[in-house]
């Protein structure tokens, strides 16, 4: 009888705690109550905000049990070949795990472009960069050529976004093109540029529109390469060898997904 009474005191202690630590986790922001994916997470040192509603949830879950693991080669690029003095021009800045990294290492932290054509990603962008005080500017447009407007995928999973053809069976939605060469315009980079690219396809679509820009006015590149076809990390390089950019590094990404390329001007 008496050993019974401790079970059930036990029982009662044991579900006061968990309530106590589920009010406490409640209470802090990061969980929702009619959403309980957490809307934060602790990414090198730096708060990221992802929207549940706009982020598929899984994605959420992996970040949160390997922190470290999204972006790992682009980062170990950055770690080996970021210049802190140059200004940045990066495209498809998602969420900002890796735009807020750069930032932090950049002696001008304002001198970095973080270009998201994504709506549904923009506001978990925008929160991270006010989180961690960053100070990159958000540019809200896709990087295409020949056109003023452009049509993307309107996917929330940050990994699945692609300009593409306007179609009856996927969700579009149209956003306003441009270049890094106006980029660069706009935000008075004179040169010198480092350029970071996870844009799922479409770098190969920069070196061949803006071949003269980068080879005048980029002194490095930090570059996801995606095969498809003919386009392939041994023709990115050809392209960019033409321009007169060496390839310093190529590291496979660990998910098979692409290979991350750095090159730098030799002149």
Known sequence: ?????????????TTMLTLICIATTLSVGCVGITDPTPNQAMIRENLIFIDPNH????FIWNLLLDPNSFDRELVNGVDGWLIPTHPVIELGA??????????????????????EPNPYLQLSLEKTRSYNLSGYTIVPKAVAYGTQNVTISASSTII???????SAFVKTITIPATTVQQIATDANFAGNVTLVMNIIGSEFDVILNEAEFLKNNVSTIISAVYTSGNNTPDSFAERLEHLEFVEMSRMEDEG???????FEKTA
Request: cysteine-free; charged content about 25%; proline content about 2%.
């Open 94 to 115: 998602g969420v900002g795990i890796l735009s807020t990294y750069i930032n932090d290492r950049l002696v001008i932290p304002t001198q970095h472009m973080a270009v």
């Open 160 to 166: 699945k976004n692609r300009i593409i053809e306007e």
């Open 256 to 262: 098979g997904g692409y290979t991350v390329m750095i």
């Open 55 to 58: 982020v598929d949830a899984s």
């Open 1 to 13: 009888m008496k050993i019974m009474e401790i079970s059930d005191e036990a029982i009662r202690l």
